[in-house]
């Protein structure tokens, strides 16, 4: 489970959507599992091993919340016998899900959209989810309950890559991380090391120095 961070325009939002398709980089190249996948359109990046949740959610909010699962099981749609086992994972993931499964989308409470959103990527079986700013606009409780559902995910097996921007709750909940400054990285650590020195991943890179204090 690694975290991705980095002041707004940073290139995090932009690194997630590179890696699942909605953007293709204009130069270098993306890998996964040996493949190179930095041409391959995002259903065929879904069938590779890897489920974005969205910044914002991206539901159909006039669908159900059982259809809205189905829409995120579309690349698995050949093995149709895997589908009732598959909402039943979800569901016993959250309960609340089920509890709703027939409620539009667009109705439900701003955490439980969350908890639908991850419960869609999950229904890919991805073996690499990338999540942008899982706490935006959610209460507390609500988040502290979201990162348990994900780290019990990356416990089973699926790599995270998130994108927060609340850095301590980032750091406390993954392993490693990257912080990007003007789309390069330029600082990976452990997690562990820079909730030690809260301040290290903050400071600018001699790089950025130079760029941000041109010679006159």
């Not at 955490?111 to 639908?116: D, H, P, R, Y």
């Not at 942008?132 to 507390?140: K, V, Y």
């Not at 994108?163 to 990285?185: D, H, M, S, W």
């Amino acid at each position: 489970m690694v975290a991705l961070l980095g002041p707004n325009g940073a290139g995090k939002t932009t690194t997630l959507r590179a890696i699942s398709g909605l953007t293709h980089p204009h130069a270098g190249t993306i890998t996964f599992a040996g493949a190179r996948i930095e041409e391959l359109s995002p259903p065929q990046v879904v069938r590779h091993g890897i489920a974005h949740v969205p910044e914002g959610r991206d539901l159909f909010p006039g669908l159900s919340v059982r259809d809205n699962l189905r829409y995120g099981y579309r690349p698995r749609r050949k093995d149709r016998a895997r589908l009732p086992p598959a909402l039943d994972e979800v569901f016993d993931v959250f309960p609340r899900l089920r509890e709703r499964s027939g409620q539009h989308a667009g109705t439900l409470s701003g955490g439980e959209q969350q908890m639908l959103a991850i419960g869609m990527a999950l229904m890919a079986a991805p073996r690499l989810l990338l999540v942008d700013e899982l706490s935006l606009g959610l209460a507390p409780l609500v988040v502290a309950q979201l990162y348990t559902v994900l780290t019990e995910v990356n416990r089973k097996g699926t790599a995270i890559l998130l994108v927060e921007q609340f850095v301590p709750l980032a750091l406390a909940n993954t392993q490693r991380a990257y912080v990007l400054a003007k789309g390069e990285v330029v600082m990976s650590r452990s997690s562990a090391d820079l909730r030690e020195d809260p301040h290290t991943w903050a400071r600018p890179s001699p790089r950025q120095t130079a760029r941000t204090n041109p010679r006159r």
